[in-house]
């Protein structure tokens, strides 16, 4: 298992921007798949974007796609989180999630990640 702690987040106005990042500790992090999740309240946790253990390959949910940008730095054992054009419906508490599944992708199962992050609080304000 790798451990995983979350930072950068905070409160923001609409059309601004923050920059989520993800600290892995433990297990060697090249060896996992790493995806952002979302949750906001009264809803379930909901995909943001996965990237490959590569970082070659990145994928995001559609009410993100063109905003969003998801990176690795697998040299500093660091995933983050780009975000840029903030809406109000982006407001949630944000998680960091590693899957053993190096090759992570939209089919990939929440299931599949098997480290999460205690989540850091994003808020944007209309």
């Known amino acids: 298992q790798v451990q995983l702690v979350e930072s950068g987040g905070g409160l923001v106005q609409a059309g601004g921007s923050l920059r989520l990042s993800c600290a892995a500790s433990?297990?060697?992090?090249?060896?996992?798949?790493m995806g952002w999740f979302r949750q906001a309240p009264g809803k379930e946790r909901e995909f943001v974007a996965v990237?490959?253990?590569?970082?070659?390959?990145?994928y995001y949910a559609d009410s993100v796609k063109g905003r969003f940008t998801i990176s690795r730095d697998n040299a500093k054992n660091t995933v983050h989180l780009l975000m840029n054009s903030l809406k109000p419906e982006d407001t949630a508490v944000y998680y960091c999630?590693?899957?053993?599944?190096?090759?992570?992708?939209?089919?990939?199962?929440?299931?599949?990640?098997?480290?999460w992050g205690q989540g850091t609080q994003v808020t944007v304000s209309s």
């Open positions: 990237i490959s253990w590569s970082g070659y390959s990145t």
């Open positions: 433990g297990r060697t992090f090249s060896g996992y798949g």
């Open positions: 999630a590693a899957s053993s599944n190096r090759y992570v992708n939209t089919g990939t199962r929440r299931s599949d990640f098997g480290s």
